[in-house]
């Protein structure tokens, strides 16, 4: 039996399956995103900054990206623009979450910042809520017209079950094919009272001319799979690389 063989037979014993990547495709989302984009400098829509960890992360890839970044709490948006003021050009911060419609919404920050959510975290929910503010919702599309900004290379939504909600307020942009790459996360678990399944993201999205690229980052809960982050590409992108 060959190394390779064995590697993977002793893997398999151990419930994990190891099988060739496509082009280097699917194992890391920024590498593809890199690829897909084919230069350093995109527009990037940073919606659900937190503290600023994809800020990093992206910069990490897209050197001289021009970033706006939404944070709508706003005692880590503080942080936010502690954590990304040493990039002096091309780092925008926003106090105001993106939705539907431009609105007044009551945000739920949670003991872990990172599960704030304008969602109810469901009996399966991670954490608890510690505070309730009210904060300010525009659209993508409102946003665009207002700064002039034609098209979006990059669309990243990390919002706790607000992703739909996000991606409802740039079908203006997304009819323009406009928006080049969707980067959002996808809750599989009922991890907040009322959040739409899953699917009616990704049926959103493909209804308005993506294709899936990848899911990433499988993360699983009590045996079953939580939650993960896609991918996705606009059909004209895809025409056009």
């Keep these: 039996m060959s190394l390779r063989k064995l590697a993977r037979s002793s893997l398999a014993t151990l419930g994990f399956k190891v099988s060739r990547v496509p082009h280097g495709v699917g194992g890391n989302a920024f590498a593809d995103m890199k690829r897909l984009i084919g230069h350093d400098h995109p527009l990037i829509f940073d919606v659900g900054a937190n503290i600023g960890q994809s800020v990093e992360l992206f910069r990490s890839y897209f050197a001289h990206a021009q970033m706006h970044s939404f944070e709508p709490s706003p005692s880590v948006f503080q942080k936010l623009k502690e954590n990304t ?31 704030t959510s304008f969602l109810k975290p469901s009996s399966e929910g991670v954490g608890a809520v510690t505070r309730e503010v009210i904060v300010p919702v525009r659209t993508v599309d409102e946003f665009c017209h207002e700064q002039n900004i034609r098209s979006i290379d990059i669309l990243k939504s990390d919002t706790q079950g607000f992703d739909l909600e996000v991606l409802k307020g740039a079908t203006e942009m997304f009819a323009r094919n406009a928006v080049r790459l969707v980067y959002c996360e996808l809750i599989i678990a009922n991890l907040y009272e009322g959040m739409p399944p899953f699917g009616d993201v990704c049926n959103f999205l493909t209804s308005h001319g993506f294709e899936l690229v990848s899911f990433y980052d499988i993360s699983y809960a009590r045996g079953l799979a939580s939650w993960t982050d896609g991918l996705f590409i606009h059909r004209s992108t895809k025409a056009a690389s």
Aim: glycine fraction near 10%; include cysteine.
């Design 85 to 115: 003021g040493k990039y002096k050009t091309g780092q925008h911060a926003w106090n105001c979450a993106l939705g539907s419609s431009n609105a007044q919404l009551q945000l739920l920050e949670n003991r872990s910042a990172e599960w």
